[in-house]
């Protein structure tokens, strides 16, 4: 079984989306995206391809998508993964890296460590949504630490505790 960050959770994955999804809405609402439906997958960062969470979010009849989101959404997190960056810089500046399974959009988003795809709207619009869950899912990680700092250094430890299981570990985070 592979690693789960300490820190890094669904919690703070659904969190995220909490936090941006009003941004979201108001794109579709306006007219700004040309879709009311997209998909976003969030990888766990300590295992290739493995999802942290799938979500969608749907405006009205929007239900029914036109493609596959939710399997473009996690080719695109699983790229922005394994090239470590974002999907539009390997398709525009390093097609050559492309590989079987790789996406041919952009739409996915990698900073430092944190992996994300979202499919449904224009990728340009895809990868901005990437980039703000992203960007929104480090801030969430960096007030968690701090929080998990505290409470070691209070125990007079110095690191992570291991091995640990998901009670001891939400002694720390809570």
């Given at each position: 079984?592979?690693?789960?960050?300490f820190?890094?959770?669904?919690?703070i994955?659904?969190?995220?989306?909490?936090?941006?999804?009003?941004?979201?809405?108001?794109?579709?609402?306006?007219?700004?995206?040309?879709?009311?439906?997209?998909?976003?997958?969030?990888?766990?960062?300590?295992?290739?391809?493995?999802?942290?969470?799938?979500?969608?979010?749907?405006?009205?009849?929007?239900?029914?998508?036109?493609?596959p989101?939710?399997?473009?959404?996690?080719?695109?997190?699983?790229?922005?993964?394994?090239?470590?960056?974002?999907?539009?810089?390997?398709?525009?500046?390093?097609?050559?890296?492309?590989?079987?399974?790789?996406?041919?959009?952009?739409?996915?988003?990698?900073?430092?460590?944190?992996a994300?795809?979202?499919?449904?709207?224009?990728?340009?619009?895809?990868?901005?949504?990437?980039?703000?869950?992203?960007?929104?899912?480090?801030?969430?990680?960096?007030?968690?630490?701090?929080?998990?700092?505290e409470?070691?250094?209070?125990?007079?430890?110095?690191?992570?505790?291991?091995?640990?299981?998901?009670?001891?570990?939400?002694?720390?985070?809570?």
């Open positions: 079984m592979k690693e789960k960050s820190i890094l959770d669904r919690e994955a659904k969190k995220a989306i909490e936090i941006v999804e009003p941004s979201i809405l108001a794109a579709m609402e306006s007219g700004i995206v040309k879709r009311k439906a997209l998909s976003i997958c969030i990888l766990n960062p300590q295992g290739e391809g493995i999802i942290l969470l799938q979500h969608s979010i749907n405006i009205g009849e929007a239900k029914e998508w036109k493609h989101f939710d399997k473009i959404a996690m080719s695109k997190a699983t790229t922005a993964q394994g090239k470590r960056k974002n999907t539009s810089y390997v398709r525009d500046l390093e097609p050559q890296m492309l590989v079987q399974g790789n996406t041919i959009y952009s739409g996915g988003a990698y900073f430092q460590g944190i994300v795809g979202v499919s449904g709207v224009e990728e340009y619009f895809d990868e901005m949504i990437a980039k703000w869950i992203v960007h929104t899912i480090r801030a969430l990680c960096l007030e968690r630490f701090i929080k998990v700092k409470a070691i250094e209070e125990k007079g430890e110095y690191s992570i505790p291991f091995p640990y299981n998901e009670e001891e570990r939400k002694k720390y985070i809570e």
